[in-house]
C-alpha cells in the first residue's frame, strides 16, 4: 500500500514563530488532507489539498502531486497550535485515507 | 449543519465487558468510515461503508470487532469481548460519496479504556 512519511517527527517552538511540516508520500494520491488532533484527542479538519495551495488564517498547505509531498505552514505559532499534525492521503487505487505518523508539536509560551 | 457525532467521548470498561460505539454521519453523506489510533501507534483504518453496505472491511482486527449501519444512517462499533489492546481512540468519518471519496469529516474521536 501507499507509504506516508511525515517530518519532523516532533518540533519545539517557542510562541511567535514560524514552522513548516512536511508529509511525503510514495503513490499519485486523489487526496490529501491535514489533520491536526488536539490535546484532548479530537481530530480537526485542517485542509483538504490533494494539489495546489490553501491558506486559512495562520495556516497555509502547499501539495505539489507530480512530486509526492506536501507542506503545512504555520506562521506566528500559538500555544493552542500544540498538538499533533497529521497528513493522510488517499490513492488512485484505495477508498481509504492511510496516515503518516504525525508530527507532534509543542509550542511554549 | 451538524457535523459528524460520536458517542460515548470516553468508555472506561474492564477486560471481557462489551462496549458499543456510535457514531452519527454528517446528514447526505453515504461513505462512513470508521478508523483507530491505539496507543502510540498511527491512525489505521478499519472499514468503509456505503449506504448500509460494508465496502471494505479489511482493517478490522478480528472477529471480536463488529460494525454495522443500520438503513445507511448512523452506525455502530461492537467490541466484544474487550481486549486490553483495543484502548485507544476510535474515530468516525464520513464524506459525501459514493462514487468519489471526497474530503473526509472526522468526529471527534470515542476513547475507549480497556482496564
Known amino acids: 500500500g501507499i507509504q506516508v512519511e511525515q517530518s519532523p517527527p516532533d518540533l519545539i517552538l517557542q510562541e511567535g514563530a514560524n514552522s513548516t511540516l512536511r508529509c511525503n508520500f510514495s503513490d499519485s494520491v486523489n487526496n490529501l488532507q491535514w489533520f491536526h488532533q488536539n490535546p484532548w484527542g479530537q481530530l480537526i479538519n485542517l485542509f483538504y489539498i490533494p494539489s495546489g495551495t490553501k491558506q486559512n488564517g495562520r495556516l497555509s498547505a502547499t501539495t505539489v502531486a507530480t512530486e509526492r509531498y506536501s507542506l503545512l505552514y504555520i506562521s506566528s505559532s500559538q500555544t493552542t497550535d500544540s498538538g499533533v499534525y497529521f497528513c493522510a492521503v488517499e490513492n488512485n487505487a484505495g477508498n481509504m485515507l492511510t496516515f503518516g505518523g504525525g508530527t507532534r508539536l509543542m509550542v511554549k509560551p | 449543519e451538524a457535523g459528524v457525532t460520536q458517542f460515548p467521548s470516553h468508555s472506561v470498561i474492564e477486560k471481557g465487558q462489551t462496549v458499543t460505539l456510535r457514531c452519527d454521519p454528517i446528514?447526505?453523506?453515504?461513505?462512513l468510515y470508521w478508523y483507530r489510533r491505539v496507543m502510540g501507534k498511527e491512525i489505521k483504518f478499519l472499514l468503509h461503508?456505503?449506504?448500509?453496505?460494508?465496502?471494505?472491511e479489511s482493517g478490522m482486527p478480528n472477529n471480536r470487532f463488529l460494525a454495522e449501519r443500520t438503513g445507511g444512517t448512523y452506525s455502530t462499533l461492537k467490541v466484544q469481548p474487550a481486549e486490553l489492546e483495543d484502548s485507544g481512540v476510535y474515530f468516525c468519518?464520513?464524506?459525501?460519496?459514493?462514487?468519489?471519496?471526497?474530503?473526509?469529516?472526522f468526529g471527534e474521536g470515542s476513547r475507549l479504556t480497556v482496564l
Open positions: 461503508f456505503v449506504k448500509e453496505s460494508k465496502q471494505d
Open positions: 446528514s447526505g453523506h453515504d461513505n
Open positions: 468519518a464520513s464524506s459525501q460519496g459514493p462514487f468519489d471519496t471526497g474530503e473526509l469529516f
